[in-house]
Structures are given as C-alpha cells and as structure tokens.
C-alpha cells in the first residue's frame, strides 16, 4: 500500500534554514507528480511547492525565491530546502503524491519558527 514518510521537521530560527524530505513506498514514484503542502493553526492547507514527473517545479508566491524542491526517483524521495525562514512559515508540513486519480498524503510534520 502507499505510505508517504515525512521527516525534518523541528524548530528552526528566524533566518534560519531546514530540509524537509518525503521518502514514499508502494507506489510508481516516477510517474507521480509530488508536492509538500502547509497547514498553519485557523488556516486552511495551501500548497507550497510541486514537482511533476518531468522534474518541473511550482512554487507558491510565498516561498518563491526562499525555496528549492527537488526529487530523486532512485530514491523515491523529494527534497525541500527551504531558507530565510520567518514566523509565517510556521505550520503542519504534508507530502502529497498526486497521478491521475490517486491521491496519497503523508501523516505531516510539524515546522516551527521562532526565537
């Protein structure tokens, strides 16, 4: 069965930089278009970064620049740097993998920032 496995998560500085990474299992990883997205407390989850099966990336406006998501299929893993964190991006961190009709999610990670 499918089983997305995030980890990295923590507590991390204003300023400061983290790597999250998602290693996925019992699914075709190289076909699946992968993407982390946030939660925040009183929000709603938004997307953060994709990355489809042709190694092409999105980002949203809010990380753009801040942000580097990366896949090794060998590995069946993404990878996403993020830098010049502030409190804003302070949230619950979930992996999706995402063809055609399926859709899995991961169990998510908790990302905080402060001082």
């Known amino acids: 069965q499918a089983q997305l496995v995030e980890s990295g998560g923590g507590l991390v500085q204003p300023w400061g930089s983290l790597r999250l990474s998602c290693e996925a299992s019992?699914?075709?990883?190289?076909?699946?278009?992968m993407g982390w997205y946030r939660q925040a407390p009183g929000k709603q989850r938004e997307m953060v970064a994709s990355?489809?099966?042709?190694?092409?990336?999105s980002y949203a406006e809010s990380v753009k620049g801040r942000c580097t998501l990366s896949r090794d299929n060998p590995k069946k893993t993404i990878y996403l740097q993020m830098r010049k964190m502030s409190p804003e991006d302070t949230a619950v961190y979930y992996c999706?993998?995402?063809?055609?009709?399926?859709?899995?999610w991961g169990q998510g990670t908790q990302v905080t920032v402060s001082s």
């Open positions: 019992g699914i075709p990883f190289d076909v699946y278009d």
């Open positions: 999706n993998a995402k063809w055609l009709a399926r859709s899995f």
């Open positions: 990355i489809n099966s042709a190694f092409n990336t």
